[in-house]
T-cell receptor, first 117, second 115 residues
Framework: AQKITQTQPGMFVQEKEAVTLDCTYD???????LFWYKQPSSGEMIFLIY??????QNATEGRYSLNFQKARKSANLVISASQLGDSAMYFC??????????????FGEGTQLTVNP | EAQVTQNPRYLITVTGKKLTVTCSQN?????MSWYRQDPGLGLRQIYY???????DKGDVPEGYKVSRKEKRNFPLILESPSPNQTSLYFC??????????????FGPGTRLTVL
């Protein structure tokens, strides 16, 4: 079974500083995908970034980058130059192919990020 | 506009009164899924569907039913709701072509309270 662990229930960062949100995963599959989603207080789920297990380079999307360390099974999200609008809940998720049912996403518990002015 | 819609957005009901939460997507996605979000537990999958008439249980299916009669719709049915089903519910859809990069598009969520 797949499992995602986010060990930081809450994180605080000063505006304009960088912050790293931790995510570790457990799977016996060789092929998988890793996602990060943002959930602001309004509740919607916003896709941020994706990393495939065979991708050799870390994924980047604007101020977001994914620090992928395959041997350690970690996929940490790095947000550079934090902004007040980055205050939100962040979820790490993993997709693994299943024989009969395509694939499914398994989510971590989430990290609540607060950006202080 | 490409989107996933859910109705209602908010619902307060009483134990045992059957309810349905509707979900519709206009992106012609094959894959649809229901999640519930609870504090400290993240999102957990309830049911999913790979295509019309194909549904399967997720991690927490007890107390829920689904159907997929049309590709665009995937309603969630609570036959006899109980207070432990008070939660925030999300419907999501995605392409089924790539089993790894299945970016899921989420609906706005339905906040359900069962008294």
């Amino acid at each position: 079974a797949q499992k995602i662990t986010q060990t930081q229930p809450g994180m605080f960062v000063q505006e304009k500083e960088a912050v790293t949100l931790d995510c570790t995963y457990d799977t016996s599959d060789q092929s998988y995908g890793l996602f990060w989603y943002k959930q602001p207080s309004s509740g919607e789920m916003i896709f941020l970034i994706y990393q495939g297990s065979y991708d050799e380079q870390n994924a980047t999307e604007g101020r977001y980058s994914l620090n992928f360390q395959k041997a350690r099974k970690s996929a940490n999200l790095v947000i550079s130059a934090s902004q007040l609008g980055d205050s939100a809940m962040y979820f790490c998720a993993m997709s693994c192919p299943e024989e009969t049912s395509g694939s499914r996403l398994t989510f971590g518990e989430g990290t609540q990020l607060t950006v202080n002015p | 506009e490409a989107q996933v819609t859910q109705n209602p957005r908010y619902l307060i009901t009483v134990t045992g009164k059957k309810l349905t939460v509707t979900c519709s997507q206009n992106m012609n996605h094959e894959y649809m899924s229901w999640y519930r979000q609870d504090p400290g537990l993240g999102l957990r999958q309830i049911y999913y569907s790979m295509n019309v008439e194909v549904t399967d249980k997720g991690d927490v299916p007890e107390g829920y039913k689904v159907s997929r009669k049309e590709k665009r719709n995937f309603p969630l049915i609570l036959e006899s709701p109980s207070p432990n089903q008070t939660s925030l519910y999300f419907c999501a859809s995605s392409w089924a072509g790539d089993p790894l990069f299945n970016e899921q598009f989420f609906g706005p969520g339905t906040r359900l309270t069962v008294l």
